[in-house]
């Protein structure tokens, strides 16, 4: 699936449709405040080890990705519900 780098959306912030910069949503370092970081540490804790059972099977071929709008304006980025997607590229627009 190929998609544009840049696209004109609407930006809640200007209120109107600007151009926004698409990027892929990496993963970011789970905050040790958050609950499901809490929830997790404390599952993890002593003896027992980790609560759930290793994946078994092959790998996933179709995905979900999020993606996240930038708005080129203002920088105020939305990151809309994910999607399944095989093999995602952004591309430039022509
Ligand atoms: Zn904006």
Redesign the pocket.
């Known amino acids: 699936m190929h998609l544009p780098k840049e696209v004109m959306t609407y930006?809640p912030?200007?209120h109107k449709h600007?151009p926004h910069d698409v990027e892929k949503a990496k993963k970011r370092t789970a905050s040790e405040l958050k609950w499901g970081q809490r929830r997790f540490r404390r599952a993890t804790r002593g003896y027992g080890g980790f609560p759930r059972p290793k994946p078994e099977g092959r790998a996933k071929a179709v995905r979900r990705v999020n993606l996240r709008y930038k708005?080129q304006?203002?920088k105020?980025t939305v990151q809309p519900a994910s999607f399944r997607a095989g093999a995602l590229e952004l591309t430039e627009a022509k």
Do not use: E, G, K, Q
């Open positions: 930006c912030r200007c600007t708005c304006t203002c105020y």
